[in-house]
DNA sequence: CTGTGTGAATCAATTCACAGCT
DNA sequence: AGCTGTGAATTGATTCACACAG
């Protein structure tokens, strides 16, 4: 990552659930709503939604709040998602099969572009309605028409080999679901989802708290 | 969560990472580790592990370092790692399927306990070799034997009332795949795992990074 | 008088720097 | 000398408090 993210990482996690309940809320009728408001349906305070949105400008009005649909049109702007984002699962196992049928990607403005994997006997067969392409064709399909994110769903032992592949297509975002730091250069930016370090961390929480 | 949690959670989620890979270090024979090592392995500076450790004891020796085997030892430890946790799958969909079978769970010591949901078209099914339960089992299944953390992996708008059924089976932990804030009591602990907000977030920095 | 936007103050996490054991 | 463990300093994020616009 080139110049320092002078945006802090918690503010941008926040911005997606902020897009989520606003979505919600104006789902439900609402058309203006306020920080405090915004904040309590997200679980979040006031002054936090105010100084996140601050990093990218002023979209309220004072004494009034925000126009929440107007809002939520600004944060898709900001998150990248003003145009429908093409996302490649790269390893059609288990979790790829589950990844790719999962409804909440399209729900939520993403397109599954392409299914791939390096294994010959999963390579041209269906898998929830889409056939599987071997991992080579990700470059020119890539240069065809642009992938934004490669969801990774390899096991760990094949999981650098497959994102070399992915930053060797000229794909710029990886999501990761193997538990393995990923080598990438600068460019490529990764984030990683580790499912059994999240059951870590929970059984420490819970002896934690059985401790009182 | 009673009391405040002096221990810093972002820690906590880097103690995961050195254990495993203390687990690799030691596999790879090696026996005495510094936290120079241990850093680099980690992608972490070393003061950072050593803080880390620092909150819950000193488990080296000066001039020395660490005995790799123990530290790990002292870390499942902390994490509550000491006996195998045991895990209930809620939601047999296409996630819940996938997280049935992936083998991560078990290699790092996890025991898959049960499968449960609330369709009885999927009731009594064999889904990755266990037969799947009507979640109204839940409750007796777990002072059977207990049940330390369910992983949610129903649809949204299942998502609140599943985890109430499970507060109310008397588990501590959820892990929730749904993109919902859950309501629980105080004393269960929650982790998300929000794979579209995960997306969203990978499509800010992508964005981010383009305009260098 | 209401509710935003933002510098200033506080709180938390990371990094520094060094004392103390081996 | 080498490396841990830890207060002190620094950096970063959150909260406070208030000026300002409608």
Redesign the pocket.
Known sequence: MGQ????????VE?LCRYERCLAKATRAGLSR??????AAFCG???????????HF??????????DASKLREELRRILGLERKRRIAIVGIGNLGTALAGYAGFEARGFEVAGLYDNNPARVGHLVQGMRVRHIDQLASDNQREKIDIAVLAVPESAAQAAASRVVAAGIRGILNFAPTRLEVPDHVVVRDVDMTAELECLSFWVTQAEKQ
Chains 1, 2 share one sequence.
């Not at 709503?33 to 915004?38: K, M, V």
């Not at 400008?57 to 925000?66: A, E, H, L, P």
Request: glycine content about 12%; proline content about 11%.
């Open positions: 320092k993210p002078q945006i802090p990482a918690p503010s926040r709503i306020s920080s405090q408001e915004l979040v305070t006031p002054e936090q939604v105010r100084k996140d949105l601050s400008g002023s979209f309220g009005r004072r004494g009034v709040g925000y």
